[in-house]
Every structure is written in C-alpha cells, then in structure tokens.
C-alpha cells in the first residue's frame, strides 16, 4: 500500500508540474481587426504570421483566405508552409475585399511576446501586387495596445484581449 | 447557297465560341445546383420578413457577450460572428428570433471552388476571365441574331409564339427550345458580360467612403441598442451586413450594410453618423450576380441549369442543321451552257436541295445533261429544253434568300430555244401563304414568250412523299423520264394496302365509255372525297390512281374505259363481289373546305368522282354550284339521278353542264366565261374553288381566271392560290 501511495503522489505531482507549466506557457486570444483600403478588386487574401527577430517564420496565426490555388501568390509565406506544412483548417477565414473590415480571433502564445518576436502581416491580390510586408509589427504589450497602419491594402489592424 | 444575314452572323458566332460556350454551359450547370444545395438546409425562419435589426441585435448581444459581425445572405439565413458566454468563437447559422444556433457555417465545397474558378477563368487567370467575358458577349450577340431569325421565319412579332413546322428533328427544338429559353439565356449572357466588364474596372465604381468627425463623436445620452431609432426602422431582411464596434471606443461604431446603401451609427447614442447609398454600379453588381448565379432562389437557379443545358442542345443541334445544310450542297459534272435540264432551286435551309438532288442525281444517272444551281444564278442556258424549278417560300410569300434575284434576272435574260417548264412548290399549309412564290414563279414563267409549261404547278405539303411522288408522276408522264424519290426522302416504307371489296360495278354505260365503280373497304378507314386510292392492276411496281368519291361508306371510282388502258381495263374487269388490294392516300389539299361561304367545283369527264362524294358530303349545305363538262348528254346519264337528288337534298344548289359534241359544243370554260365576274366575286369573299380533270382543261380554266381576277380583283390568281382557295386535283 504505502509502495502504491507513494506512486500514486508522484503521479499527481507530475500531473500538477505538468499543468502549472502549460498554464505558465498558456495562450492569449487576441480579436484582430484588419482594416484594408479602398482598393479596387479581388478579395485580399493575407496571412499573419509569427516571425522571429531575424524575420525568419515561426508559426502561421491566421490565413484570411480559403482556396489553396492561391496561396502561392503569397510567395514568402508559401515557401515556409511547404517546408513546414501546418494543418491550417483551423485557423482559415475569408478574404478581405477594399474597404472592408476583418475580424479574427488569432492566439498567441504569452512566452512570445516582449521577446524580440513580430507580427507580419502579409498580403496579395490577384493581378495586383503582393507585399511581404503590408505590415510588420513588434509583438509587444504596446504595440498590441496601439493602431498599426499597413503599407499595402491593409490600412491598420488593431487588436484587443478577448 | 447564299443566306440571311442574321443567319451568317448566328453561325458565325456559333462558330467562333461554341468551344467556350460549352465549357461555360457545362460548369454553369454544375454550379446552378450549388444554391440548390445551400439552400436545401433551411436556416430560413418563418416571417422573417416582419423581423427588424432591434429584436434580432438584442437577443443576439444577450446570449453573445462579444459579437464581431451579423450577416444575411441571399437565403435569408442569419450567420452571426463572435464569442459565447462560455468563451468559445463562434461563426453560425443562428435564428434571428431567439439568438439559438442552427447550423455550421459550410465554407464553399472544394469541388464548387473548382468548378466556379473553372467557369469564371477556365484557370488561365486573366486571360481566361477575358475570354470567358468574351464568351458571354458573344452568347448575348447570337441570342439576338437567333431572336431575329425566329421573327423571320414567324414572320413578325405577333407570330412569335406561334406554330412551328417541324422540318426535323435538330431544327424544330432548336427553335422551340430557343423560343422558350430565350429569356432566361439574354439574361446569363446579359449578366456575364455586366460582370465581366465591371471586373475589369471598365465601368467607374467607387468604394463607399465615410467622412466620419472622429472628435465629434458623442458618447451620451447612452441608450441600449434595442432602442435605436435607426435599429428599429431597419427590416432585416434590408440588411447584408452590420459590422459591430470593435472596442468600447466612441470612435469605433456600427457599420451597417444594407441592399441599398451604407450607415455608420454611434454605438452609444445610436445617431447615424455617416449615410451613404449604393452607387448604381454596385446595384447593378448585385442583381446580375443574383440572377447569374441563381443564390437565393432554388426555382431561378433551376431555370438557369435548365437554360445552360438547352446551350448545349442547341450547339449539338445547330451544327446538326449546318451540316445538313452543307451536305445538300452538289457539284455539277456538266456544264450550265451544255445542259438539257436545269434544275432551279430556291431554299432558305437547304431541305429543298435533298429533293433537287435526287432528281439531279436521277437524271444524271440515266444519262441526262443536266444541271443544278439556285435561282439567283438563273443565266441564258443555250442547250435547256426543260426547266425544273423547285423552291420554298421564305417569310411573307417571299423568294427565298438564294432565289430573290431571280425575278429581275428573268426579265433579264431571255432563253433563245423554247424551253418547258415544271415548278414545284415546296412549304406547309401551316403558313398563310402557303408556296406562294412558286405560283409566283410559274405564272412569271407563263408570261415569257419562250416558256410553256410542260405540266402545272405542283406542291409539296410538310415534304410529303405523296405530293412529291404526284408531282415526279406528272412530270416522266410527260417527258418519258423516270423519276422518283429516293428512299431516305420517301420517309416510311409504302403505307400497308387494303382489302377492298367490290359492290357494284355499272357496264360501261350509256356513252359506252364511262362506268361507275363502288368499294368497300374493310374495317374503318379515314377515306374522304378527293383522297386517292392507288391500284396495282399488273401487281408490280405500276400504280395507277384515281380520285375517290365517297358516298355513304363507299368509296366510288368514275372511270372511263380505255382501250388497252391498264387500270381501266382492270376495273372494268372486276365483278361484284370481288376483292381488290390497293392503297389509300390521303390527299389533304383537295379535300371539301370545311368553312368556305361557296364552293365551286368545276371538272371534266370522270373528274367528277371526287365531287360526287363532295356533295353527297355536304351537310353543312355550304351553297355548291357544279360546273362540268361532258362530251354528250349519254356521257351524264349516269350522275343525272343522284345529282337531282341531292339538288332536292339542298346539297348542291346549281348545276351547270357543258357538251363538247352536241348542242351548243361547249367546254366547262366556256360556261365559266359566262359567269367570270361571279367567279371573281367568289374568291373575293373567300369562296373556294376546286378543279378536277384533264390538265388541258386546268390550264385554260387558270388563264380563264387569271384574267378574271385582273379584270375585277386587287390580286392575281396566284395570290388565291397560295391561300387556298384554288385546289387543283388534275391529270
């Protein structure tokens, strides 16, 4: 019995070391809304990624987009996902037409951020250019706190807990 | 073969994008069943119709804590966007009335993703867009072209919907169908090529733009959202979209997207900061995507996938009409001043050249000179001895496309031998005027100084191989050369024959010459006066026919005997009781006019036996006056009794009998002469007029009344003609 207590202990001691640390690694839930110009055309199809501080990708957040046949126009982005490919079904949305306004819920994991890491944000539209960097932002509390203005067709994004 | 220009312009279209047009018609009736499958789930609440923004946006924000977007699509199914009290996103088919979610919302399938991409651009991106815009244009040009070829050939809009003959197969539903998708089909192409234009930037469109004075955004008196004035007067079934405020911010707010037009409300005060409408532009988007695409409506996109298969029937259907066109097309082997036969034609679609053709063929084969071309190309043919027109009547009883030179081009040219001619009409009772150019042609040709009619006009109803094979008989009759139909125009093989039983059978009577012979046939037959019945009297391929009297249930036959005449002396022979096999052909155009104010019969000899059975038919007593011409008074013994009778019946309300060799020797002309302005009068108030006879006493009666109707009518003869009011049976 005692043999079988002491067992059992170290499993729930595990268990709790485990948990705290996956609470302590925890993911936040950010709405983001990415506001785009008044372009004429296609929907906008945009990805928003983690990169590292040598701009390198980390992890796909978010593909405002559906169809796969044109996520080569995303040429940076398409390589990376080759490489690595990540189920992203999850995490798919709709394009973004000019004008319109996108809201998307993306996590974050909390260890990222004020840690050298950025959000880019990138974007394409059929016949019409493609910007691997509509917008590039440092993943830090303030930045998240503040209006972002893109330099493509995405006009700012902004974000907000949820 | 020349043709009408709307009728190049059709095929030349058709030619050009049939390729695209079928890839287009193929996806397009894939993807007219996706709004089918959308909408199939029914996420439609009842009365939805009596639902506004207030009530949906309050219950919505009491079971959403966080609401991100409303939407309503073209089902009238409401998808909200957000999170729930428990934290969990949301994106659903929700109802409107209670907040409860229906339903996932289904991205667009894979397969309709592909399908739709294929049919916007054919995955050539924008040169596939280009061509598929073309493409539309191009269907939208051969649907108007294809509008005013069906106006030719209905001859005006008020016929539009009118009768179609059907010639055959391809041709017929080509132009029934295209009647009945026509709208439907304008519409598609209308719409893909708005859409296409408006894709390529080539119309101005604007963005909506806000000018919204960030700083001049209230945030009091704060009122819940279920108390907006602009919420309440909202339907929602107005409503496309409402974006909600992003943060608590005064400067985030509501933008609301409805079908016609833009509002930007304050999410505390609910005033409308920013209104603007819709430019027509982005209206016009929106209907020609509903209507294009078929959303919303199961019915409409049903009507869509039925018109694009109709596209493809009629490119399957038209190249089967070109080819049978162009397969009608022959070279000559002799030459136009060498020939001995020229063969004339007039066709607006070719039909006529198959029957051209066989005789051409025919004659050829037995050795003949001749030649074959249309009327336009009408030209001196130093070597003709014998013209063969065979034309159609196109539109108002005009020449067809490749024959309207022809009238000019005769008064031209003058043919330096004599020349006989034979014309044969081809059209369909279907249409008032009826083969009225091919009266017009003959009676042209009867006015030239070198031509003589070798037999008289013939017609061909709804290309009967009857009417065909009746003209083919009269023409080797005369010129000794056989010819007939060929067995794919004769259609269906020869009508079974009939046991007929013999009931009486008079002696060549009291002239000696002319005898009476009643039949009865087994079973029921359809048998009216004026129909033929054709006798085989060797029983091989020699048919002889006869114009048929019915009286009672009786078929009776006037024949007059011949020496060594083959079919006379066959039913000369027959006694009584006998029985005889032999067909029944109908013979539609010399049947008694059901509604005419007066018939006149006119005949000579035994060409009285179809009248006969006329007046013993007659029990309407349509007023009827015979006139016939015998050669003496013994000649008419044998109708004298039953034309009394039905004189005193009121049947027949005048007789009038000419003698060729006694009395007065007269000919029935002769008495027609007398009451030429009465005849007139007849055709003139709509009256019909039936000739039955020898063809010699045909032609003198027609030149009797041609210049009848010069004298006292507005038209010629052949104007009656082609209106049926002239119904010839001769031989």
Not at chain 1, 118 to 139: C, H, Q
Not at chain 2, 86 to 94: F, L, R, T
Not at chain 2, 256 to 271: I, M, S
Not at chain 2, 668 to 697: I, K, N, P, R
Request: glycine letters at 6%; aromatic letters at 12%; a neutral charge.
């Amino acid at each position: 019995m005692p043999q079988f207590l002491k067992t059992a202990l170290l499993f729930v001691a595990f268990f709790f070391v485990v948990c705290s640390s996956s609470f302590a690694q925890g993911v936040n839930k950010y709405k983001c809304m990415i506001q785009m110009t008044n372009y004429m055309g296609e929907g906008a199809y945009i990805v928003i990624s983690l990169v590292d501080s040598k701009g390198a990708y980390e992890k796909t957040l978010y593909v405002l987009g559906p169809d796969k046949k044109w996520y080569n126009t995303l040429e940076e982005w398409h390589k990376f996902q080759k490489k690595k490919p990540a189920n992203i079904s999850a995490i798919t949305g709709a394009s973004v037409t000019g004008g319109d306004r996108s809201i998307n819920v993306i996590e974050i994991d909390k260890s990222k951020i004020n840690a050298g890491y950025k959000l880019r944000f990138e974007s394409a539209v059929e016949n019409k250019e493609y910007y691997v960097k509509d917008l590039e932002m440092p993943l830090t509390t303030e930045a998240l706190a503040a209006k972002n203005d893109g330099t493509g067709f995405i006009r700012y994004v902004r974000f907000s807990a949820n | 073969m020349t043709i009408s220009v709307w009728r190049y312009s059709h095929l030349a279209l058709a030619v050009s994008s049939f390729v695209f047009i079928v890839l287009a018609a193929l996806t397009g009736i894939i993807l007219a069943f996706e709004p089918v499958a959308t909408k199939l789930p029914g996420y439609r609440v009842q009365e939805f119709e009596e639902l506004n923004l207030a009530q949906t946006i309050t219950v919505l924000k009491k079971q959403y804590p966080e609401l991100i977007e409303l939407s309503v699509d073209a089902n009238q199914f409401v998808t909200v966007k957000g999170t729930d009290a428990d934290g969990n996103d949301v994106q659903a088919y929700v109802n409107p009335r209670n907040g409860h979610i229906l339903g996932v919302v289904q991205q667009q399938s894979e397969f309709f993703q592909w399908v739709t991409a294929f049919h916007r651009s054919l995955f050539l991106k924008e040169t596939g867009r280009f061509f598929i815009g073309l493409t539309s244009f191009l269907l939208l040009l051969i649907a108007v072209s294809g509008t005013f070829l069906i106006l030719q050939r209905q001859r005006g809009l008020k016929r539009f919907f009118g009768r179609i003959v059907k010639d055959n197969v391809a041709q017929y539903y080509h132009v029934v169908l295209g009647r009945l998708s026509l709208i439907p089909i304008i519409l598609i192409a209308v719409t893909g090529t708005y859409l296409s234009v408006s894709r390529f930037g080539l119309l101005p469109d604007e963005k909506v733009q806000h000018n919204v004075d960030l700083d001049a955004i209230a945030s009091e008196p704060e009122k819940p959202a279920a108390d907006f004035p602009v919420f309440q007067a909202t339907a929602l079934a107005q409503v496309q979209t409402v974006e909600f405020p992003f943060s608590d911010f005064p400067e985030d707010y509501y933008t609301l997207k409805l079908k016609d037009r833009e509002l930007v409300v304050n999410q505390f005060t609910g005033d409308i900061l920013s209104e603007v409408p819709y430019p027509a532009t982005t209206l016009f988007t929106n209907l020609s995507l509903d209507l294009h695409t078929g959303r919303g409506s199961i019915i409409w996109s049903i009507v869509l996938a039925i018109a694009s298969g109709n596209i493809l029937f009629f490119v399957y259907s038209g190249f089967v009409i070109t080819w049978k066109r162009l397969s009608g097309r022959v070279k000559n082997k002799y030459s136009a001043a060498e020939s001995q036969f020229i063969l004339l034609v007039g066709s607006e679609n070719g039909s006529t050249y198959h029957y051209a053709n066989a005789v051409f063929r025919q004659l050829l084969q037995q050795g003949h000179k001749a030649y074959l071309a249309n009327l336009n190309s009408y030209q001196a043919f130093p070597e003709a001895s014998h013209f063969i027109i065979l034309t159609a009547t196109y539109g108002l009883g005009e020449a067809p496309t490749d024959a309207a030179k022809f009238v000019s081009q005769l008064e031209g040219v003058e043919q330096q031998q004599p020349v006989s001619f034979s014309v044969l009409g081809f059209g369909s009772y279907a249409y008032p005027d009826f083969c009225k150019f091919a009266f017009e042609v003959h009676q042209l040709l009867l006015n030239q100084r070198w031509a003589s009619p070798l037999i008289d006009v013939h017609t061909v109803n709804d290309k009967s191989p009857e009417d065909f094979s009746r003209w083919a008989e009269a023409w080797s009759q005369q010129t000794g050369i056989v010819v007939g139909l060929s067995e794919d125009l004769a259609g269906a093989a020869p009508k079974a024959l009939k046991t007929l039983t013999v009931t009486v059978n008079t002696p060549a009577g009291t002239d000696g010459h002319t005898f009476l012979l009643r039949l009865k046939a087994r079973g029921r037959t359809k048998v009216k006066s004026g129909d033929l019945l054709g006798i085989y009297p060797a029983n091989d391929h020699r048919e002889r026919l006869y114009s048929v009297g019915v009286i009672g249930n009786e078929i009776q036959l006037s024949v007059r005997l011949y020496p060594n005449g083959l079919g006379s002396a066959f039913l000369h022979a027959l006694a009584p009781g006998q029985q005889i096999r032999a067909k029944l052909l109908q013979n539609q155009h010399f049947h008694f006019p059901v509604k005419a104010p007066q018939v006149i019969l006119i005949s000579n000899g035994t060409g009285i036996a179809p009248f006969l059975g006329m007046i013993d038919e007659n029990k309407q007593k349509t007023p009827v006056r015979l006139y016939c011409g015998f050669r003496e008074s013994a000649s008419v013994r044998i109708y004298s009794q039953f034309l009394e009778e039905q004189q005193k019946a009121g049947k027949l309300s005048e007789l009038k009998v000419a003698l060729s060799r006694e009395g007065k020797k007269q000919y029935v002309c002769d008495l027609l002469q007398e009451d030429e302005q009465a005849m007139a009068q007849a055709l003139e108030q709509g009256g019909v007029l039936m000739l039955c006879g020898s063809l010699a006493m045909q032609k003198d009666v027609l030149q009797l009344l041609d210049s009848a109707c010069q004298k006292y009518l507005p038209h010629d003869i052949s104007f009656y003609q082609s209106r049926s009011q002239v119904l010839m049976d001769c031989y």
